[in-house]
Every structure is written in structure tokens, then in C-alpha cells.
């Protein structure tokens, strides 16, 4: 797909009678504008060779004083048809550049990736990164939240949670319940979201993209599916698909779907674990000898996460939430270490039976990342590690003694604590003018908006903990 009849030619075939122009802001929403298709052929090559004017001040992480114009150029490429639209439309993915000067935006996150990979290639290390995630999910039947200042809590209900074990669904309770923490996979009945689940590959597939599997997740209402491997930005586009795939099929089911890594107090939490490798004419740099079987350049990666995982955290962790899943002794992935057999280690290293697939996993971001801007961080803080070779020390064995894990580094605790971090270190993020500063900054502005609300709000924790004391 790479010229304007062929886009025609779709249209025709499809006959769709729309096109969607979607792009993402700094937090990772997609948004979108569409247009008559009447008027797209009118302009002929217009669209697809200057854009579509945009204004952006009212989006967060754009100045809002002044008018900030800027224009949606569709990567031809990305063309798929919508299959929840009732009109037949045809969208893009987007990207973002400044009507003035017709460069890339600096604060549109596809650019990031873009650059990212352009400079991976740059580099001669490989030439391209490769990476297959895995989207974990809730869906509940209902949620309801407040935030009056004299009314604050929420309510979320499924069938499969224990709160509701008393409640009755048209003057009964059918739902199957197995013992806490052991939904892992299980079949139906007790699964109750097959069906879900499967149309939500299937929607994704009518809009190439491939998801390889789906199951129940560990907690009650959750759930996980798993891609194909895929170079960044491919797979951050493939991202933002199975996010707005997961939302629209929820809907259709009269349920609600969300991201949020850790809804449930005393649930385990939901995370978007990356499987990576760099390619380079043709081979896995990672895959080597040693014990792991990694290369040098692989361990040298991993040492780069490590050593800027807790500034990673701003774009791999980027919720107030987050962090209430990255908590010691409940299984989330905060050790600032890599094994092939801690759970908690940050980066596992996935067993095969190819040793010329060797791959890295990181474990701690979760789905309520920018993909664009996660993605594109963690190959620049593993380049770090090559570039410098930085050792990332010996791997966490079955053996190690909880004096010796309680001993480690950890992830950040808290997003403020992360967004301290990406201020002092973002020098490697900056490097081939992949991120920079004035894009840092305004990220950094969004975030601390989060963190002073959050902070300043009052928590119905707060008034069990103090309101008697």
C-alpha cells in the first residue's frame, strides 16, 4: 500500500464511504478525525502528500495559549477498515508534523518510534527491534466511580469476584467460582469470556493484526491475549489496535474493559511483559553461548535496562497505578535483575529449544503505557548498555536466598518517584535526536498534573486508617 489509486482502488472495492485519520497524544490515547470520502477524492493526492490541518492546542501536552497548527499525514501503509464503524470507513495511523515547517512533531510519540529505529540502524548494532507483548486486561460488568469531594470511592462487579458471590442476576446466581488464584487458563464455564475474547482477535485480524493466543488470567475479570513479534513501530500501531479492539468489544457486550494495572486490592496485577530481540542481516544479536545462552551484546542490553529501568519506569509505568502492582512479595516483577526463573526479576530470560532465538523479556511495563514512547525508550536504554557495555552482574538464581532478593535494587515506588528519575536521567533517551528535551518536558508536565491530584485527594483509606483516631 503505498500510493494514492491503490487507496482509491479500497475505497471502491470497499466502498467506504469514510476515512479516519487516528493519532496519539503523549499518554497514549488515540484520537481521531474522519473524513467524507467525496472530499478526499476531490483533493486528489493532497491528503496523502501535505495532510490534514490540525489543531492542537486543546490536546494535553501541546501549549494551549496559541494556536498550534500541525498536520495528520496517513502512513499509507497502515490502511485497514474499521469493523465496529456502521458506515464503512477506511483508517490510518498517522503521523504528526508542524504545518510551518513540515518536520515531525516533537511531541508525536510515532515520530519517537520512528526515529528510535532510524537510529538503531545508525548505530550498525542491527537493523531492526523486534517485539511480541502480552496484554493483560479487566473486564468487569459494571464500575462506578466518584470524585466529589464529599463522595469518593468506586465499584466495580463481575460475576467471578468474590464480592459478589451473594448477589443475584436476574433473581439468581449462576456463575462458577474456582479457589483464589488458580483461574490461570482455566476452561469454561469458569472462564466465562471465551467468546469475548475470541471475537477480539477476530476483530483484530479484519484489522491486520495478528494476536496469537488468549486466555483467563490469574485474577477473577482478568484476562491476557498475546501478539506476533513485529518491529516497533508496527507493533506499537498493532498496540493501540488491540487496546481500541478490546474497549469496543467489551462495549458490545454490555461490559467495560480497562488497563488500569492493579484495579483489585490483593489481586495480582496486569502487565504488558516484552518478549525483544534485535535482528541484524537476518540473526538475533542476543543469542549466544553462556549459560543463558545470550551474546556479550545481549547481556550489554540488559544491563542498559537495568541501569535506566527507574526512569524507564515514567514511560513503561506512566499510571499512579502502576506502582501499586509493582509491590514487593506480590508478584510483580520489581527486582532490578534477570533470570530464567524469578518471577520477580524486571528481565527473564524465556527458555527455547532454538538457541538462535534467544530473546529477552521485560517484565514490569504494563498496558497503560504509550507504546510509541515505551517501546522507543527501552531500545535506546538497551543501545546504552551495548554502546557503554555495561554489565548487568550475575542472574538471579532458584537458589538465592530472600536475604539476598530483599538485598536488590527495585523498581520505583511511586510515579513521582519515576518522573524524579526521567528528570535527572534522560541523556541516553536524547541520543540521535530520538527524544529531546522540550518532548521530556511536557511528558513530565502531564504526569506531575496526575501526581498532584492523586496526592492532594483525599483517599477512603485515609478516613479507615485516621477518621476515629
Known amino acids: 500500500m503505498n500510493n494514492f489509486n491503490a487507496i482509491l482502488s479500497i475505497l471502491e472495492e470497499k466502498e467506504s464511504r469514510y476515512i479516519d485519520l487516528r493519532f496519539t497524544?503523549?499518554?497514549?490515547?488515540?484520537?481521531?478525525?474522519?473524513?467524507?470520502?467525496?472530499?478526499?477524492?476531490?483533493?486528489?493526492?493532497?491528503?496523502?502528500?501535505?495532510?490534514?490541518?490540525l489543531d492542537t492546542s486543546f490536546i494535553p501536552g501541546w501549549e494551549k495559549e496559541k494556536i498550534n497548527s500541525m498536520t495528520l499525514v496517513p502512513d499509507l501503509n497502515t490502511a485497514h477498515v474499521d469493523p465496529f464503524f456502521a458506515q464503512e470507513t477506511l483508517a490510518f495511523f498517522c503521523d504528526i508534523a508542524d504545518l510551518r515547517t513540515g518536520e515531525p512533531s516533537h511531541n508525536d510519540p510515532r515520530a519517537t518510534a520512528k526515529k528510535a529505529e532510524t537510529h538503531l540502524k545508525s548505530t550498525g548494532i542491527g537493523k531492526a527491534l523486534h517485539i511480541k507483548p502480552e496484554i493483560d486486561f479487566f473486564i468487569f460488568d459494571d464500575v462506578r466511580f466518584t470524585t466529589d469531594p464529599c463522595l469518593t470511592g468506586f465499584n466495580v462487579k463481575s460475576p467471578g469476584l468474590s464480592v459478589?458471590?451473594?448477589?443475584?442476576?436476574?433473581?439468581?446466581?449462576?456463575?462458577?467460582?474456582?479457589?483464589?488464584?488458580?483461574?490461570?487458563?482455566?476452561?469454561?464455564?469458569?472462564?466465562?469470556?471465551?467468546?469475548?475474547?475470541?471475537?477480539?482477535?477476530?476483530?483484530?485480524?479484519?484489522?491486520?493484526?495478528?494476536?496469537?493466543?488468549?486466555?483467563?488470567?490469574?485474577?477473577?475479570?482478568?484476562?491476557?491475549?498475546?501478539?506476533?513479534?513485529?518491529?516497533?513501530?508496527?507493533v506499537a500501531d498493532s498496540m493501540q489496535i488491540c487496546r481500541y479492539v478490546?474497549?469496543?468489544?467489551?462495549?458490545?457486550?454490555?461490559?467495560?474493559?480497562?488497563?488500569?494495572?492493579?484495579?483489585?486490592?490483593?489481586?495480582?496485577?496486569?502487565?504488558?511483559?516484552?518478549?525483544?530481540?534485535?535482528?541484524?542481516?537476518?540473526?538475533?544479536?542476543?543469542?549466544?553461548?553462556?549459560?543463558?545462552g545470550l551474546s556479550p551484546k545481549g547481556l550489554y542490553f540488559i544491563g542498559g535496562l537495568l541501569a535506566h529501568a527507574r526512569s524507564l519506569n515514567a514511560f513503561t509505568n506512566p499510571s499512579t497505578n502502576s506502582y501499586k502492582r509493582l509491590v514487593p512479595h506480590q508478584e510483580g516483577p520489581n527486582l532490578l535483575g534477570y533470570s530464567s526463573c524469578n518471577r520477580a526479576a524486571a528481565c527473564q530470560i524465556p527458555c527455547t529449544t532454538s538457541p538462535d532465538k534467544k530473546c529477552i523479556k521485560v517484565c514490569f511495563p504494563d498496558s497503560m503505557a504509550n507504546p510509541y514512547l515505551a517501546y522507543a525508550a527501552l531500545l535506546m536504554a538497551g543501545l546504552d548498555g551495548i554502546e557503554k557495555k555495561i554489565d548487568p552482574g550475575h542472574p538471579i538464581l532458584s537458589s538465592s536466598s530472600p536475604d539476598q532478593l530483599i538485598r536488590m535494587p527495585t523498581t520505583c515506588r511511586s510515579l513521582h518517584e519515576a518522573i524524579e528519575m526521567l528528570e535527572s536521567d534522560r541523556d541516553y533517551l536524547k541520543v540521535g535526536g530520538v527524544f529531546n528535551d522540550e518532548q521530556i518536558d511536557n511528558y513530565i508536565a502531564l504526569k506531575r498534573e496526575e501526581i498532584k491530584r492523586y496526592d492532594t485527594m483525599p483517599h477512603p483509606v485515609e478516613f479507615d486508617m485516621y477518621y476515629s483516631g
Not at 179 to 207: H, N, V, W
Not at 257 to 269: I, V
Not at 271 to 287: N, W
Request: with cysteine.
Open 164 to 234: 459478589n458471590t451473594d448477589n443475584l442476576y436476574n433473581n439468581r446466581n449462576y456463575d462458577y467460582r474456582p479457589e483464589k488464584k488458580t483461574t490461570s487458563f482455566m476452561a469454561p464455564p469458569i472462564d466465562p469470556c471465551q467468546d469475548i475474547r475470541g471475537e477480539m482477535l477476530t476483530a483484530m485480524r479484519q484489522m491486520n493484526v495478528t494476536a496469537k493466543k488468549h486466555s483467563h488470567g490469574t485474577t477473577p475479570a482478568q484476562h491476557a491475549l498475546g501478539m506476533e513479534f513485529n518491529t516497533l513501530t508496527k
Open 246 to 292: 478490546i474497549n469496543q468489544v467489551a462495549y458490545t457486550y454490555g461490559k467495560t474493559a480497562t488497563f488500569m494495572p492493579k484495579p483489585l486490592y490483593g489481586e495480582n496485577g496486569a502487565g504488558m511483559k516484552c518478549a525483544l530481540y534485535i535482528s541484524k542481516d537476518s540473526e538475533r544479536i542476543f543469542s549466544g553461548d553462556n549459560e543463558q
Open 25 to 53: 497524544d503523549l499518554r497514549g490515547r488515540m484520537r481521531h478525525i474522519t473524513l467524507d470520502t467525496n472530499d478526499v477524492k476531490n483533493m486528489k493526492e493532497g491528503l496523502f502528500a501535505y495532510g490534514q490541518t
